[in-house]
């Protein structure tokens, strides 16, 4: 089955009622990870102008909850004030980490001071000392020593993340793979498509038109010879590996009418046994009863051991209703799984901005993953725009005769 958005429930969040707040807490890192769109400028924020970047999210942002970024987060050295300030006003506290400053000692301190959970980043182009030349199969070594540390400590979210480039696209099976053997650990898994622009095929204008230097943005490259991944092949590539997942819900993108920028999908599953996902009918129910509720849409369960009330959804949602249909048979062929948790994890899909020939970029359409930059909301993967050339750049392709005349040279 291919991914069509008349399947599918169209995410309903947009710029002012979103349930995500990008919150950039500093542009240090400690390490260098390919295709990340922040590159060391100023340092660590002052906690004042970070409190003052939460009170602009509640309030013009409507969040459910905070993803504390950057850079590394865990290496500010007030990062347990800031998760303690997200918390009280309201708001769930989510850090964004590579997991490397990570230590137990610092999980009960962050706990305590209010955190919900991690979004974790892990992938083979991490240049991570002891991990380098690993296959995504291989790290999965490493999302288990994460695992372990993060349950043991016992009621905190746990997602992992990874950047999907056409070499490694073949290995994503391998992710979910041991993401399975996680259930009521893990709780989703997120795949983000490599995307770059190139010195030797793009020309970047600015505001005033005037041509910049690409090469002093981190995600530009020298040269690229592969073809991007797109949202659709990874959501194919799993579906083919694993019959029971089916996407949920999406967003488009912000020029394309054919555009998928994020798949949203959850496995309705036992430790034991896969039984489905839900459709989109769940997916809708999910984001218009969270905000009826609380005030906010929603974009982390708190809780991924969901029970036997899921299949509540069966007379609604055929996808719920096959899956429901499983267990049944499961139940039938193993009595004693009747007592077995029935827990959610979700797949997430995120496609990069798109470059399209007239110089403009695709974008997420109501984009969730916005930060504040000079009193105002813009895409977190392009702030580096901002911060070097004043705005979004237009990125042409190189004209041909440019291009003949350095293949001769």
Known sequence: MT?????????PWSMNDNPIAWLEVTDVCNIHC????????????????????????????????????????????????????????????????????????LLRELKKAGLTGFTVHIDSRQNRPRWKEKTEADLNELRQQVTDMVTAEKGLYLVFNSTVYPSTFHEIPDVVRWGRTNVGRVHGLVFITYRTATTAANVGRDTADREVDLSKLSYVRDHFDEKFVTSPEVYQIIKDNFPEFEAAGYLGGSLLHTSFKWVAGAMVTSRKQVYGSVGKETMEIAQAGHHLLTGTYLAYLSEAKVGRKVFLMSPWDKTVRQAARNWWGDIIRHPARLFD???IQSIGIIQAPDLLPDGRADMCDSCPDMTVYDGKLINSCRMDEYRLFGGFLSVTERPQEELAAEKLD
């Open 341 to 343: 948790g029935i827990y």
């Open 34 to 105: 390919e295709g990340c769109y922040r590159q060391y400028m100023t340092g660590h924020k002052s906690l004042e102008e970070i409190k003052e970047e939460i009170r602009f999210f509640k309030k013009w942002r409507n969040p459910d909850n905070v993803s504390i970024a950057g850079g590394e987060p865990l290496i500010h050295p007030q990062i347990l004030d800031i998760v303690a300030f997200i918390r009280e006003n309201g708001i769930k506290p989510i850090v964004l980490t590579n997991a490397l400053a990570l230590t137990p000692e």
């Open 3 to 11: 991914l069509d958005k008349g399947n599918l429930y169209r995410l």
